[in-house]
């Protein structure tokens, strides 16, 4: 069994930073792209930012610039520096892995729980 468990979110003040991460865990062979999502109340899931396991990184075009993906494949973390927040950014942030659990198997589409991130004054 796979597990992403996401930590960091909290409050912040627009202009302020946060720094989450996301720890993966249980049977896992190797993973493929990582990549942070968001969703804000209301709106649809969208995607802020993809590491390769190569370390190629994409970004949305709202974050570019304040927002930086990193991850460790020694030890299966991933991060996402915040800079520069804005209200906008206020959503919940889910970890996603593509990985696999054996050398044979097809890659599993993984999840975290979330972690809330609030920006206001």
């Known amino acids: 069994q796979v597990q992403l468990v996401e930590s960091g979110g909290g409050l912040v003040q627009p202009g302020g930073s946060l720094r989450l991460s996301c720890a993966a865990s249980?049977?896992?062979?190797?993973?493929?792209?990582m990549a942070w999502y968001r969703q804000a109340p209301g709106k649809e899931r969208e995607l802020v930012a993809r590491?390769?396991?190569?370390?190629?990184?994409t970004y949305t075009d709202s974050v570019k610039g304040r927002f930086t993906i990193s991850r460790d494949n020694a030890k299966n973390t991933l991060t996402l520096q915040m800079n520069s927040l804005k209200p906008e950014d206020t959503a919940v942030y889910y970890c996603n892995a593509q990985l696999r659990i054996q050398w044979y198997t097809a890659n599993i589409n993984s999840w975290g729980q979330g972690t809330q991130v609030i920006v206001s004054s």
């Open positions: 249980g049977r896992i062979f190797s993973i493929n792209d």
């Open positions: 590491i390769t396991s190569g370390g190629i990184t």
